[in-house]
């Protein structure tokens, strides 16, 4: 195999016509990899959004070729894939404040260019789930978001009303799922490319505790910091640090590490019903 990119959790190798991408135990913040890894991360990252995969099924298509036919020095955590030409904006959907859209929102009251009501706080709900693209920045860099108008410039009006349109489904229909196991989905982003034949592909990872935030609905309460199952605890107990969100990044204490692997476990099985 040809190791084609390495990404900031992901690796992704040529096998003849297909691809492998492999998830690594690796973990960023604000865009930068930490030096530390995360046991079992890449393993539940692959697992859950096999799960999903096989539950949007019917929304789209996504990259799957095998979960199995894989190295053996990556099983459990590497799916085989078909190659697609990627969409060069980060699709992004949003059901609730918080992360980068509320420090955009407290600016100038706005996601994306998307003017959001007055009077909103950290964890408001929004009155609908909104379309926030951003730039897709390498290894690094940081993201930024763009407005609707930025993506028609990307990729065409056509395609990106269906970017949105396809965004808007994936979130609702996750949502609609993790309601009735008590998980909130705040956000996600998604990654979607084009097969040859011109089709949008759901790709990459989708829901995973690294592309959304989960939150327990019955600990929901707008006005400050949620109780969550994703890389939120990281990311707060990178806050207390003397830490400019450049890299190098911090070491992680081991009880952050088991902090952060516990709930990617949690997550996995309250979200799939099945044992870790």
């Known amino acids: 195999m040809k190791l084609l990119h390495s990404g900031k959790v992901r690796d992704l190798y040529e096998d003849g016509d297909d691809l492998i991408l492999v998830a690594s135990d690796r973990v960023s913040i604000y865009d930068v990899v930490l030096p530390t890894a995360i046991p079992d991360k890449g393993a539940v990252l692959t ?28 099983a459990g955590r590497a799916i085989r894939c078909r190659r697609l030409q990627m969409v060069p904006v980060e699709c992004v959907a949003r059901g609730y ?49 763009i407005t609707f108008e930025d993506v028609v410039t990307e990729v065409g009006t056509a395609t990106a009303r269906e970017l949105r349109r396809i965004t808007l489904e994936v979130y609702r229909r996750g949502s609609e799922l993790a309601a009735e196991r008590g998980i909130i989905i705040a956000d996600t982003k ?6 040859p034949d011109g089709t949008l592909v759901l790709a990459d990872e989708v829901l ?69």
């Open 47 to 74: 697992r859950l959004s096999l799960w999903w995969f096989e539950q949007l099924a019917d929304l789209l298509p996504n990259h799957v070729v095998s979960a199995t036919d894989v190295p053996e020095e990556f």
């Open 97 to 145: 404040l918080a992360g980068m859209g509320l420090e955009e929102y407290r600016k100038n009251g706005t996601v994306s260019g998307l003017t959001l009501p007055e009077g909103l706080v950290e964890g408001s709900k929004l009155p609908e789930p909104v379309f926030t693209p951003t730039t897709k920045a390498p290894v690094g860099e940081h993201d930024e978001f």
């Open 190 to 195: 998604i990654e979607l490319g084009w097969a």
């Open 208 to 276: 995973t505790p690294d592309a959304a935030r989960f939150w327990p609905v019955d600990a929901w309460q707008p006005g400050g910091p949620q109780k969550s199952y994703d890389k939120q605890y990281l990311r707060e107990w990178s806050q207390t640090l003397d830490w400019d969100r450049t890299a190098p990044g911090p070491e992680i204490p081991a009880e952050v590490v088991e902090g952060i692997r516990s709930r990617y476990i949690e997550i996995y099985e309250r979200i799939t019903g099945q044992p870790w």
